[in-house]
């Protein structure tokens, strides 16, 4: 569902880093010592990424112009977003659309998709967190049957794989308010047109 109340303090929500309350800097030992370290300097990606770019200049262009997509009753943290210049994935990743030079919206490979059978089984069903499938161990496909694949290539041709949760009614939507923010920077639409229509085939990935 596209989500239109954008709460931009969710969606740049960056855990504190907390340090050890019982370390007072005593040196016990060098194992101590070793992994106390590990831990004060592994802040999570996301900070940085929101560092990077700088808060208060996130928070601008996602004021500015911002399109949000979820899965109805999915948690907050599947949500997607695109703003002016940036696509966001709360938590997780912060991409500028000026390092892309291609992207493509397909579906996950074949080998990675033990929820086929699943998604076209409910094709027509709204996300169920409750549901109960008469099959065992199937409940946890509930959520991935959504699944797309993000690939994404930059300007020093390395290709990134994001993989989330996105309705088939929202995608032709996400397509297009992609390529309105990237087809004016030169960065090709390589996606599938079947994957638009929740359709899965055994085509490889490029």
Not at 97 to 108: C, G, L, R
Not at 168 to 175: E, G, I, P, T
Not at 184 to 198: A, C, H, K, Q, W
């Amino acid at each position: 569902m596209k989500v239109t109340d954008i709460n931009i303090d969710q969606i740049l929500f960056t855990p504190t880093v907390r340090e050890d309350p019982y370390d007072h800097g005593e040196e016990t030992g060098f194992f101590k010592k070793l992994f106390s370290k590990k831990e004060k300097d592994e802040t999570p990606y996301f900070n940085t990424r929101v560092e990077q770019f700088g808060r208060d200049a996130l928070y601008d262009d996602i004021k500015e112009k911002c399109d949000a997509y979820l899965v109805k009753n999915a948690p907050a943290e599947n949500m997607v977003v695109l703003s002016k210049s940036f696509l966001i994935l709360p938590g997780k990743e912060i991409l500028p659309f000026y390092d892309m030079i291609s992207f493509s919206i397909q579906n996950e490979p074949a080998t990675e998709r033990p929820y086929e059978q699943y998604a076209i089984d409910r094709f027509n069903e709204p996300y169920d967190p409750s549901f109960v499938s008469e099959y065992d161990n199937e409940e946890g496909f509930e959520l991935a049957r959504f699944n797309i694949l993000l690939q994404i290539v930059d300007e020093n041709r390395l290709r990134y794989d994001y993989v989330f949760p996105m309705e088939v009614s929202d995608r032709k939507d996400f397509r297009e308010k992609l390529n309105e923010r990237l087809t004016p920077i030169g960065v090709i639409d390589l996606s599938y047109d079947d994957v638009m229509e929740g359709q899965f085939t055994d085509d490889d990935v490029w």
